[in-house]
């Protein structure tokens, strides 16, 4: 299985809901990120957690909050965002090996209405 | 801020031509990958090249790498229409004491005209 599964695929929510994506893997990799991509841009690093903890956070703001309950499972907890939020969001994981190949979920496009 | 920075930003060819797209970079890296995207779904990983290495081969790919330019080039050979994607090049700069950091150019749209 060299699959990173993100759900849902689609997202529409209000400015006042919470809401939670979901990443996950079973190919045993100890490391786990989340980008954010804009329309025609690149990706864009928001947190990388490596064996389970927090090791990078790009000065996100905390509207947006990570949580890796396994080794496996990747969220992305969503709270009071705004329209300027509404973007592509990927998760991707690798080898706990610093700077082997990332393999990407198909993302979760979130519409902030 | 992004470390790679790509030219073309968008690249037509035709099917049998062969496609080369430019990459850029501001600091000293450990590796660099390219990748690619179709239709703004997931990233897909071509390869890899770490910082020791000059060129690099697989299939129709060739990549190469100057790190005294900080440059990099991806050469896609007897192109196909279903090469049609956008190609970003990541640079890799490994952590100190935190997990290193995988940073995407702006990528370039190449079309292949059947």
């Known amino acids: 299985d060299t699959e990173v599964t993100q759900t849902p695929k689609h997202l529409v929510m209000g400015m006042t809901n919470k809401k939670s994506l979901k990443c996950e893997q079973h190919?045993?990799?100890?490391?786990m990120y989340w980008y954010k991509q804009k329309a025609k841009k690149p990706p864009e690093l928001m947190f990388v957690y490596s064996y389970e903890k927090l090791s990078i956070n790009e000065s996100v703001p905390s509207r947006f909050s990570p949580e890796c309950p396994n080794s496996s499972l990747l969220n992305l907890h969503l709270h009071a965002l705004q329209p300027e939020d509404s973007a592509l969001y990927l998760c991707?994981?690798?080898?706990?090996?610093?700077?082997?190949?990332?393999?990407f979920g198909q993302g979760t496009r979130l519409t902030v209405v | 801020s992004q470390q790679g920075e790509e030219d073309p930003q968008a690249l037509s060819i035709q099917e049998g031509e062969n496609a080369t797209m430019n990459c850029s970079y501001k600091?000293?890296?450990?590796?660099l990958q390219w990748y690619r995207q179709n239709s703004g779904r997931g990233l897909v990983h071509l390869i890899l090249i770490r910082s020791n290495e000059r060129e690099k081969h697989s299939g129709r790919l060739r990549v190469t790498l100057d790190t005294s330019k900080k440059s990099s080039s991806l050469l896609i050979t007897a192109s196909r229409a279903a090469d049609t994607a956008s190609y970003f090049c990541?640079?890799?700069?490994?952590?100190?004491?935190?997990?290193?950091?995988?940073?995407f150019g702006q990528g370039t749209i190449l079309t292949v005209h059947p």
């Open positions: 990541a640079t890799f700069v490994a952590g100190g004491t935190s997990y290193g950091k995988l940073t």
């Open positions: 600091t000293s890296i450990n590796n």
């Open positions: 190919m045993g990799h100890r490391a």
């Open positions: 991707a994981s690798s080898p706990g090996i610093q700077g082997t190949e990332a393999f």
